[in-house]
């Protein structure tokens, strides 16, 4: 209802993201669905920033994308680099499956961070998100349904006659350039 050529688009980017996507959650051995959270973070959007400063296709904070390797000065910010903040979402991923062994919480805690959640269930005394949702912040209550639509969506898009729509992405015209050492730009 908000935004209907939400995922006729996703379904054109996701061509391009998905393979990158889905090539590292096997790597890690995670869920593939977990591509779909891209959607609900940034609309594969890589230069996309949220009000909080979280950035690229994952979201990832200043502070969460150093924890995990992403370079961020005034002259780059990897947290927009597909493959690389993908490789850190994945090891974030990992690290919040450790702790709560719930796919569902995994989510809350990916919007909520982690010491929200796990200190949500311990007030609340609850050890599943479904009986945790009605204590946590709105937007939190929100994701892991949200996660759920978008996953759908994208899976069965053709039971609602829903199609991608054509999009100019002009990737053939990007390459990656590695230097050895520091050049003037």
Not at 11 to 34: A, V
């Amino acid at each position: 209802v908000k935004d209907k050529n939400l995922i006729p688009k996703m379904l054109s980017l996701s061509e391009h993201y998905f393979p990158i996507f889905e090539q590292q959650l096997d790597r890690f051995q995670l869920p593939l669905e977990l591509k779909y959270l891209a959607i609900v973070e940034s609309s594969l959007n890589p230069n996309s920033v949220s009000k909080s400063g979280a950035s690229g296709l994952w979201q990832f904070i200043y502070s969460t994308g150093k924890e995990y390797g992403l370079n961020v000065t005034s002259y780059i910010d990897e947290r927009k680099d597909p493959l690389k903040s993908t490789i850190a979402a994945c090891e974030y991923f990992t690290y919040l499956f450790e702790i709560f062994d719930d796919w569902n919480l995994v989510l809350a805690a990916y919007n909520g961070g982690p010491g929200y959640v796990k200190r949500a269930m311990i007030k609340y005394d609850v050890d599943n998100y479904w009986d945790l949702r009605k204590h946590l912040r709105k937007e939190t209550q929100g994701y892991v349904p949200t996660f759920f639509a978008i996953s759908y969506l994208m899976n069965f898009h053709k039971e609602y006659n829903i199609s991608k729509i054509d999009i100019n992405l002009n990737f053939a015209d990007n390459d990656t350039i590695s230097f050895q050492r520091q050049v003037p730009f």
